[in-house]
């Protein structure tokens, strides 16, 4: 076979066309997907579920991946008896995370207490799913909210997105002082949150002191919350957040064209 001879012009034209082509292919090999044929698998698959940190969560971002994300870690404790309109609630955005507390077993309840409530009863009611909590630790957000209140949702999400994460116990509502004299060693000059609302995280559900004892019966139930808190986590350890009363509707709602009489029955 003869020989081929390349002269020096030739070999440049060579290597330059070659230089073109590799310049060319590593280009695009992403945007057509060639290392692909090589059986490269260390490449993302870009239809996986998306990854949140709580480092973006605490920069208060906001998004619907991010809130259905946040979505899955809220639960509603919500303490109900024979006058409660559950259908009412239902129907709203609420409706995915109630977890209706009960006098007695039957459909729809997440907690049953089997005692009946009358407003001496409510501190026993409160003791009852406070100890349920803390079977729930793939919940990172409780609310106890009353069967008369309504909240707003962007408001509990910018709650969600702000503390989670939170190394510390997160007391939200809005507190005040109890005076008890006859409960002075327990339940005197503890910091409670309002009745109509308070929300907090599971880091605070984990120390409740659900053994937390008082001598005078009955107490607001809402101030024995508070006494297990103080108990079980010590105030001095827990972030107590001041509730914004303009996104929480207690007894009525009105807003616009709405008017609503969420307290149409008295209870207790």
Partial sequence: MPS?????????????????????????????????????????????????????????????????????????????????????YRNTWLREYIYPVCDWEKPGCKIVCNKESTWRTLDEKTFCFSKEMKNYSDKEFFIKLDDDAFIDRDYIFELMRKYT??????????????????????????????GKFYMFNFNLVKCLDTNFKYEHHPRNEDAVFGGMVRSGCGEKNVVFVRENDDKIWHKKYKNKNKDLNLAYIKNH
Avoid: C
């Fill in 165 to 194: 994460g939170s190394e510390k116990p997160v007391y939200i509502s809005h507190h005040t002082r109890y005076d008890d004299l006859e409960n002075k060693d327990s339940l005197d000059n503890v910091l409670y949150g309002n």
């Fill in 4 to 88: 081929i001879y390349l002269s020096r012009p030739r070999v440049a034209v060579l290597l330059i066309l070659a230089g073109l082509v590799l310049t060319s292919f590593i280009l695009t090999a992403d945007r057509h997907n060639y290392w692909g044929a090589f059986g490269d698998t260390s490449q993302s698959d870009n239809t996986s579920e998306p990854m949140i940190d709580n480092t973006l969560l605490n920069l208060n971002t906001s998004g619907s991946a991010i809130d259905e994300q946040l979505s899955k870690k809220l639960a509603i404790i919500f303490p109900i008896n024979k006058n409660t309109d559950m259908q009412f």
